[in-house]
């Protein structure tokens, strides 16, 4: 199973006129079934007085394949949801859902029409998305004194390196991510930024949003 990949940031908003229909289009980071559902109700909710609120989403799993569905809701079948989901799995991206909210406009598009249609809302929408990667990372703490940590920081930082989470007690300790198998090579960081004096601890690892340097 992938060890990487891209999600959205927030959420973008969109809207496309076709021979008087309204497409307004919503894209959001989603990480499970309640979550895209609950952004689709949400949806529902904002424009109750629409025709339509068609959607797609694909969410990651671990150690499984990407759960993806799609909802036509009320257009013809495969006119809306399978070019929308389409679009979403051009992307590349995962944890995303996208809604496209139709008023109708008096005007048929007919099958072809709904399909570029929806299709093309999510893919102009789909333009205006922000992503960040997720990765599975190596976890790592870091001790060093109050005195010495803003520099230890800068500098692990200006060397790619990502840093999680930080405590502050008797001392400084920053819990770092480090792509698989990098303990070597960051132990040699440390050392090198503190004449010897700091080394990392094993900390598991985890799911982190990681840097283009990471």
Known sequence: MRDTYRRPTGQVEHEIEIKRSRFITLIGRVTNEEEARAFIDAARQRFPDARHHCSAYVYHVDDANPVERSSDDGEPSGTAGKPMLDVVNGSGMLDICAVVVRYFGGIKLGAGGLVHAYGGAVSEAMEKVE????????????????????????????????????????????????????????????????????????????????????
């Open 131 to 214: 992503a960040v990667t997720r990765a599975r990372r190596e976890l790592y703490t870091v001790e060093c004194p109050h005195a010495t940590a803003g520099r230890l920081e800068a500098d692990l930082r200006g060397r790619g390196i990502d840093i999680t989470d930080t405590e502050y007690g008797a001392a400084v300790t920053f819990t770092v991510a480090v792509r698989p198998g990098g303990l070597d090579a960051l132990q040699a960081m440390l050392a090198a930024l503190s004449q010897g004096e700091i080394s990392a601890r094993e900390a598991g690892s985890a799911w982190v949003e990681v840097g283009s340097g990471s």
